[in-house]
């Protein structure tokens, strides 16, 4: 069974910096598109960022220069690296990994940004 394992969030105060890992077993890492989503409180899904499998980055206008999705294919690890904190990035944060008509998900991990 695929398994994608969110792990460093937390409660930070605004300004402040996590980094978020995700650790993927079962696949093949390395051809997978991988993504970082989040979901506010009463908002819908969004995605925050995504890297390929060749390793191109895009990234929501929300978190342009404040954040960073990385990936290490020895270590079926995808990141986001998160600086610049603010209220409003606030949710729970999943990783995402598709490939061609595969799609597997997560479980978040909450990410608290509050004084």
Known sequence: ????????????QPGGSLRLSCVVSRIIFRIYDMGWYRQA?????????AISS????NSADSVKGRFTIS??????TVYLQMNSLEPEDTAV????A?????DYWGQGTLVTVSS
């Open 1 to 12: 069974q695929v398994q994608l394992v969110e792990s460093g969030g937390g409660l930070v």
């Open 41 to 49: 409180p009463g908002k819908q899904r969004e995605l925050v960022a």
């Open 54 to 57: 060749g390793g191109s980055t």
């Open 71 to 76: 990936r290490d294919n020895l270590k079926n």
């Open 93 to 96: 944060y999943y990783c995402n």
């Open 98 to 102: 598709h490939f061609r008509q595969n």
